[in-house]
C-alpha cells in the first residue's frame, strides 16, 4: 500500500492508518441544533429539498483520503448542512444521524475500522437502532464477509457473504451505470425514487436469502437480482451512489438528513427497468495562447482554428459548461486535460480547481483524464501515479482516464507475461477498485490486403479503404495520436482488462470532428471482446448515431464533444431519438428547485 497521498492532511489522530485508508471509508455524523430558518429558492428543479424546519445540522466527517467523497460533501452542503470532521469512536456514539460511504476496498476498509474502534462503535450504534445510512461499501461491509480479496470478515451484522458479479452470462463487470430499483418494503428514504434510475459503480454485491430478507427494501436486477438497499428501523444502507444520482439521489439524502421535512412526490413519473445507456458530454480542457483555461474540440486531434492567427479553438469555459449539461441530462461529464503539466501534473491547479468546482453543482459522475502518471520533479522528488490520482479524486473526480501510460504498460505485459504492479493502471485499480479506473484507447485504421499482412487483430472493414482495401487493423497511438505503436486496440483492450481496467473509452482519429457517425467495425470488435464496459467515442453528429452505435455494437455508453458544445445536437434531443427507437436511458426532467439552508 502507498504512503500518504500529495498534499494530503488530516485531523484524525491516527496517522499510521492512512497507508490502508487510501482505499477505506469515510464516517459522517449530524448533530442537529435549533436555529433561525432562512429559505432560498435556487431555479434548478420541481423538487423541495429542506432541512429541519426551525433546526439546522453540524454535519461531522471522518474522512480518511478515500476516493471521492468530496461529492457527498458537496451535496450535504447543497441540502444546507454544514460539516465538521470525525474525531474519535465516542463521536459515532453520540451521533444522532450517522452517514457511513464506504470507499475502495473491503478489505483495507475493515482493517481501518478495526485498528481506530470505529467497528466496535458502528456495531453499537447500528445494533442500538440509532439513525443509520451508508454507502456503497458501507452496505456491504455490513454484511458477514466479503470475497474481495479474501474471504475478509465483514461487521457481520447482516446475514451473508459479498460476492463478485457473474460475468460469465454476458453482463459486464463493474456493473457501472444507472438501473432501476425494484422496491419490495416502505424504505421512507426511498419514496421519492419512483420508477427512476439510480447510479451504481461496483464489481461486488450482496444477494438475497432467506436469513437476510427482513432487511431488503430494494433489490437491482443485473444478471440476478442483487440487494440495492436495505432497512431495518432507522438503520439504512444503499449499494447506489445518491451523491452521484442527481435529483432522485438527493431525495435520498434529504429524506435521511430530514425525516420530518415534508416529501414532495413530484419527480416526473420515471420509466426506469433495467440499465440504461450512457449518454457522456466530454469537455477537452487546456489552455490557449492568452493563458486561460478554455473548453475547445479537435479534428481528428488538431484543436487550432485554421485561421491566420491560428489560435486555439474556444468553445467555453469549463466549470459553466459541465454544470450546463448536467442541466441538460447528461448522464456523465468527463474532463480530458490536454493542456500538458507534463513535467508537474500535481501542479495543475486550474484542473483541480475545475474538479473542485463543477462538484459542488454537478452531481453526476466526474471522469477526469490527462497526465495521471508517475512523475519526479525538478528536486528529485518521485511521486507515484497513485499520489497523483488521489488528488484529482480528492478534488471531485469520481474516475479516473489513463492513456498513454496504459499503452506502455501493456506493451511491457505482453514482452514479460508478469504483472509488476508499478504501472499506474495497476496501483490505482489495486487501491480504488477497478471501477475507479478507465483506459481510454487512440487508435488509427490501418488498411490491409490480406488480414495475414500484421501479427495483430485484423477485421474485414464494412466500407473499403481508399485503394479498396477489405482488411484493416487498428494502430494504438500515444502522446495525443501523434505517436503510432506496434500494438492493435484488440490486443491493448485484452490486456488492460486483465492490469484492472474497468471501462474503456475507445476513440478513434478517423472519425474524431468528422460528424459522419461512430467507428461500428472499430466498436464491435472491442466491446465484443471484452467483459468490461467500453464507452463509444468520436464521430457522432446526428441523434441517429447514438441509437446506432447502441443497436449495433454491445457498447454501454456513447460520448461527444463538439455536437454538444456548439449545440448541434443537444442532449434531450438525443435522449428523445432514444426512446423513440426504445432503448432505455436515463430521463432527467428538470424545473425549479427550493433548498433551505438553515443559518445559526
Not at 457473504?161 to 421512507?188: C, M, Y
Not at 454491445?554 to 461527444?560: D, E, F, G, I, M
Amino acid at each position: 500500500m502507498e504512503g500518504v497521498p500529495y498534499a494530503y492532511t488530516t485531523s484524525f489522530k491516527t496517522q499510521s492508518f492512512l497507508s490502508s485508508a487510501l482505499s477505506s471509508s469515510s464516517i459522517i455524523t449530524i448533530h442537529q441544533k435549533r436555529h433561525k430558518t432562512i429559505l432560498k429558492s435556487i431555479s434548478r428543479r420541481n423538487l423541495v429539498i429542506c432541512a429541519s424546519s426551525g433546526s439546522s445540522s453540524v454535519v461531522k466527517l471522518l474522512d480518511y483520503g478515500a476516493g471521492n467523497v468530496r461529492s457527498l460533501r458537496n451535496a450535504i452542503h447543497y441540502l444546507g448542512f454544514e460539516i465538521e470532521d470525525v474525531q474519535t469512536p465516542k463521536d459515532i456514539l453520540d451521533a444522532e444521524r450517522l452517514i457511513f460511504p464506504g470507499v475502495g476496498a473491503f478489505a483495507s476498509a475493515m482493517d481501518v475500522l478495526v485498528k481506530t474502534g470505529m467497528a466496535e462503535a458502528l456495531c453499537s450504534y447500528i445494533k442500538n437502532d440509532r439513525p443509520f445510512l451508508g454507502i456503497c461499501l458501507g452496505l456491504q461491509l455490513l454484511f458477514e464477509s466479503s470475497e474481495e480479496n479474501g474471504p475478509v470478515n465483514g461487521l457481520g451484522l447482516i446475514p451473508g457473504v459479498v460476492g463478485r458479479f457473474n460475468s460469465s452470462n454476458g453482463f459486464r463487470v463493474p456493473h457501472i451505470g444507472w438501473n432501476a430499483l425494484q422496491i419490495t418494503k416502505d424504505s421512507e428514504i426511498l419514496d421519492d425514487i419512483g420508477d427512476h434510475h439510480v447510479y451504481f459503480v461496483h464489481s461486488y454485491r450482496a444477494m438475497p436469502s432467506d436469513d437476510n430478507k427482513e432487511w431488503i427494501s430494494s433489490t437491482c436486477n443485473y444478471g440476478d437480482d442483487f440487494i440495492a438497499s436495505i432497512r431495518r428501523g432507522n438503520v439504512h444502507a444503499v449499494q447506489f451512489h445518491p451523491e452521484k444520482s442527481g435529483d432522485v439521489g438527493l431525495s435520498v439524502l434529504r429524506r435521511f438528513l430530514d425525516p420530518k421535512s415534508q416529501g414532495t412526490k413530484n419527480l416526473t413519473q420515471g420509466k426506469a427497468s433495467k440499465l440504461a445507456k450512457r449518454v457522456i458530454a466530454c469537455l477537452d480542457v487546456r489552455t490557449n495562447d492568452k493563458g486561460d483555461l478554455v473548453v475547445t474540440k479537435g479534428d481528428q486531434y488538431d484543436v487550432r482554428e485554421h485561421t491566420k492567427e491560428n489560435e486555439v479553438r474556444n468553445l467555453g469555459k469549463p466549470v459553466e459548461l459541465a454544470g450546463q449539461y448536467y442541466k441538460d441530462g447528461a448522464d456523465e461529464v468527463s474532463f480530458l486535460n490536454i493542456t500538458g503539466f507534463r513535467d508537474f501534473p500535481l501542479g495543475d491547479l486550474p484542473m483541480l480547481q475545475v474538479l473542485r468546482r463543477t462538484s459542488e453543482n454537478v452531481f453526476v459522475p466526474l471522469t477526469v483524464g490527462g497526465g495521471i502518471r508517475d512523475f519526479t520533479d525538478a528536486n528529485g522528488r518521485h511521486y507515484s501515479s497513485l499520489e497523483v490520482a488521489s488528488e484529482y479524486f480528492r478534488s471531485g473526480a469520481d474516475k479516473i482516464s489513463i492513456g498513454s501510460d496504459a499503452v506502455h504498460a501493456a506493451e511491457e505485459y505482453m514482452k514479460t507475461k508478469v504483472k509488476t504492479g508499478k504501472s499506474s493502471l495497476e496501483q490505482i485499480s489495486k487501491v480504488y477498485g477497478n471501477q475507479a479506473v478507465v483506459v481510454s484507447i487512440d487508435p488509427r485504421r490501418v488498411y490491409l490486403k490480406s488480414p495475414n499482412d500484421v501479427q495483430f487483430k485484423t477485421i474485414r472493414v464494412t466500407k473499403p479503404g481508399p485503394s479498396g482495401e477489405e482488411y484493416a487493423w487498428y494502430q494504438c497511438t500515444v502522446n495525443g495520436g501523434r505517436e503510432g505503436r506496434p500494438i492493435g486496440a484488440y490486443e491493448l483492450a485484452k490486456v488492460v482488462e486483465e492490469l484492472g481496467a474497468g471501462e474503456i473509452l475507445l476513440n478513434c482519429i478517423d472519425c474524431d470532428g468528422q460528424g459522419k457517425g461512430f467507428d461500428i467495425d472499430l466498436i464491435k470488435l472491442i466491446s465484443d471482446a471484452v467483459s468490461i464496459p467500453v464507452i463509444a467515442s468520436s464521430g457522432a453528429g446526428a441523434v441517429e448515431h447514438f441509437s446506432e452505435v447502441f443497436m449495433k455494437t454491445n457498447a454501454s455508453a456513447a460520448l461527444a464533444a463538439g455536437i454538444f458544445h456548439r449545440k448541434e445536437v443537444p442532449i434531450q434531443s438525443v435522449k428523445g431519438h432514444l426512446s423513440k427507437e426504445g432503448i432505455e436511458f436515463r430521463d432527467c426532467f428538470r424545473n425549479d428547485l427550493f433548498v433551505c439552508n438553515h443559518y445559526i
